[in-house]
């Protein structure tokens, strides 16, 4: 009687057991040392689609051949080695198995994210021959964090960059010129700064008032946009003036670049409050050599080389010697 009452105990403990495991609301795999599985709970059924008559016996990366086998090896064996948990985060990789998500409030996220660990099972003999693998479902922090992270960066981007023209704003332009000015000082690397202002553009705002006068200053913003490259660094710097910072450019290529951009104004035509304006830009040049001393007397090279283009008549280009 004792012993039957003992066994009832047991399958009443099991049942329990194996009804946790069925109804947690993480997803439980233990697999032996071939990876053939052996548990396979509801949640796993359930997110994946596979019922444990499909799975159980057979390889993991037989049923889901996309699973980075080689990676999901080397965990797993450093588990049945030195009998230690191992753990993956959803920022480490997205996620181990690409399951779809069903909660509305992440209904931005295109799969499930997701947190793993592999643990080691030991036998009664303390032997390591099984591992589990045990997956979170962490949509939800990571898609809270993914939109922190992404307002972060639109505030730091609105915190460098000029509301009316979209360059970057004069604080942070002038701080990026010190980095170039001091990258050259270790490397020796050529870079080239231009200096540039709207032609009249008093008279501009005084005939057609300030609306096309913002106007022409977008029109030439979006003519330097178009003619920048990827490490070229652009900024307004006050008013109707910009700099250019030509990175890897020395003056001969950046008097190139600014004929360019001087031509591409020249043709350029503005429409705003039902005027047609034209109007043009001097620009002045000054490559960076070992007579400039610091940024601030960079920027005055290319200044004077811009007052120069003034006093030659206006719409051309300058270069400092």
């Known amino acids: 009687m004792a012993l039957s009452e003992e066994l009832n105990k047991i399958l009443k403990d ?13 997803g439980l795999v233990v697999m032996n040392q071939d990876y053939k599985i052996e548990v396979w709970n509801s949640f796993m059924q359930n997110h994946s689609g596979k019922a444990p008559e499909n799975v159980l016996g057979r390889n993991l990366f037989q049923v889901f051949p996309e699973l980075p086998e080689q990676w999901f090896r080397h965990k797993a064996q450093a588990v049945f080695v030195l009998q230690n948990a191992t753990f993956t985060t959803w920022e480490q990789r997205p996620y181990l198995f690409r399951f779809p998500h069903y909660r509305p409030i992440t209904g ?57 023209t979209g360059l970057f704003n004069r604080g942070y332009w002038e701080l990026r010129l ?3 000015f001091k990258r050259f000082d270790r490397y020796e690397q050529p870079s080239s700064l231009i200096m540039l202002d709207i032609d009249h553009f008093k008279k501009i705002n005084d005939k057609y008032g300030h609306t096309v006068g913002d106007e022409a200053i977008r ?39 600014a004929e360019r951009l001087r031509k591409t104004v020249e043709h350029l035509t503005v429409y705003a409050d039902g005027h047609e304006v034209k109007f043009t830009i001097s620009l002045g040049v000054a490559e960076l050599n070992d007579q400039i001393h610091d940024h601030r007397n960079w920027i005055e090279k290319a200044d004077h080389a811009l007052y120069r283009s003034k006093e030659g008549g206006r719409n051309r280009c300058t270069m400092e010697l």
């Open 108 to 164: 931005t996220a295109e799969y499930m994210y997701q947190n793993s660990t592999i643990i080691p099972l030991a036998d009664t003999k303390g032997v390591v021959d099984h591992i589990c693998l045990i997956i979170y479902d962490v949509t939800d922090t990571a898609v809270n964090k993914l939109a922190q992270q992404q307002a972060n960066k639109q505030l730091q981007n609105l915190s460098r960059t000029d509301h009316l």
């Open 178 to 180: 010190i980095q170039e």
């Open 14 to 26: 099991v049942h329990w057991q194996m009804d946790v495991l069925q109804n947690i609301d993480v």
């Open 219 to 257: 029109g030439v913003s979006r003519a330097i946009k178009e003619q920048v490259r990827d490490l070229d660094i652009a900024g307004r710097y006050g008013g109707e003036e910009f700099g250019i910072i030509l990175t890897n450019t020395n003056g001969d290529g950046a008097c190139v670049f």
